[in-house]
């Protein structure tokens, strides 16, 4: 007996294929690492040596489990945001909440509407627990809020999903067409803000979590500009009925205490992310200058990369097999036409030296 036929029917209908390929799995297949690592919108300026400390001196009583409520952490986030901390949820970063609310809302064979070529980890959680995804294409590199909008009522949608600032292209939309597009979506239906970059991005591309209404639910993270992505935590602002439905759901224990407590140092040290982000608005017009020099150009983006557009898929297909040869991990999107681009996370000057140094030794075999 095959052990697969024992999967639920949901399970055995997905295609065999694994989604999601990790750098490691990639130095695993080469047999060597990378010597650059900009692939994944990690921060490679680290996370600030106070919150370091901090989980260092969490590690001490890691014997013990963490506070499954996380209230000194809300508190804080909730004073942050003007929101009451039952308005506030953890999960073990937005890739762990994205599943637990697809989990909370979307029933099998409901309707789920998403952008074609986006973050794909929301689909996995959707196809996991058998909801019924429609794409709508990108225009202009940008989400199309009008096109979402749109499935979402003709499908009568359970839930859409919108990255702003976005991830692949780094594009974003102003708060005036967010709030229209809010006011477009069915009241029945969740929607979905993923606003993991939203640290990078301008105020008017961002709604105030505090004022929209209660079907929305904003997704944050420590991961990109707190540099914390392997301690796995990241918080939803949100109406609190939908807290207390996730409080029946989620891994009580699932956000750690050394991320909780890296996460509560945080507050204490804006100055550091300050920092970063000068830091990040450097090396974006750093890699603006290098693709202008190769006579390409980049998509204007509010988050910690770029898409570096290279004119045509096989280009950048060669250009991203070319640095991976040279050791240099990035990724590029993989739907037409956002796959003229790959995408490389801004880190600190030298690794930004090196990464243009291995961009430009790749372009002789390119051209
Ligand atoms: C990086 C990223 C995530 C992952 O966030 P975690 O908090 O580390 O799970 C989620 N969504 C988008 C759009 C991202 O780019």
Redesign the pocket.
């Known amino acids: 007996m095959e052990l697969k036929h024992l999967f639920t029917d949901k399970i055995r209908e997905l295609s065999d294929k694994v989604p999601f390929i990790s750098p490691e799995s990639i130095e695993r297949e080469l047999g060597t690492k990378f010597l650059l690592r900009v692939g994944?919108?990690?921060s490679n300026f680290g996370a600030s040596p106070n919150v370091v400390l901090a989980m260092q001196n969490a590690v001490k009583r890691i014997h013990q489990y963490s506070d499954p409520e996380a209230v000194e952490l809300r508190e804080l986030l909730g004073e942050k945001f003007g929101m009451n901390l039952k308005s506030i949820a953890l999960?073990?970063?937005?890739?762990?909440?994205?599943g637990l609310f697809v989990r909370l809302f979307v029933g099998s064979r409901e309707k789920v509407v998403t952008s074609l070529g986006?973050?794909p980890?929301?689909n996995y959680h959707v196809n996991g627990y058998g909801g019924d995804l429609h794409m709508v294409p990108y225009v202009c590199d940008k989400e199309d809020l009008l096109g979402l909008a749109d499935v979402a009522n003709s499908e009568n949608a359970k839930m859409v999903y919108l990255?702003n600032p976005?991830?692949?292209m780094g594009t974003w939309h102003e708060k005036e067409a967010l709030a229209e597009f809010v006011n477009k979506i069915p009241p029945t239906c969740i929607l979905l803000i993923?606003?993991?970059?939203a640290d990078f991005a301008p105020v008017n591309a961002l709604l105030n979590p505090k004022k929209t209404p209660e079907n929305v639910i904003h997704?944050?993270?420590?991961?990109?500009a707190y540099g914390?992505?392997g301690a796995?935590?990241?918080y939803a602002l949100c109406h609190e009925d939908i807290c207390l439905g996730l409080d029946k759901i989620r891994n009580h224990f699932g956000v750690n205490r050394i991320a909780q407590a890296g996460a509560i140092a945080t507050f204490e040290d804006e100055f550091y992310v300050n920092e970063v982000l000068k830091e990040v608005a450097q090396g974006k017009k750093f890699y603006e200058n290098l693709a202008h020099d190769l006579g390409f150009s980049v998509v204007k983006s509010a988050?910690n990369f770029i898409a570096m557009d290279m004119g045509s898929k096989e280009r950048a297909k060669e250009l991203s097999l070319e640095l991976v040869k040279r050791r240099v991990f990035v990724r590029m999107p993989n739907v037409s036409p956002l796959d003229r681009c790959i995408r490389i996370t801004i880190g600190p000057k030298d690794e930004r030296y090196k990464v243009a140094e291995a961009i430009r030794n790749s372009m002789s075999g390119i051209l």
């Open positions: 994944a919108n990690e999960g073990s970063g937005i890739d762990d909440l994205l986006c973050y980890t929301f990255v976005d991830n692949p993923d606003e993991a970059y997704l944050r993270t420590f991961s990109k914390m992505a796995r935590i990241g988050t």
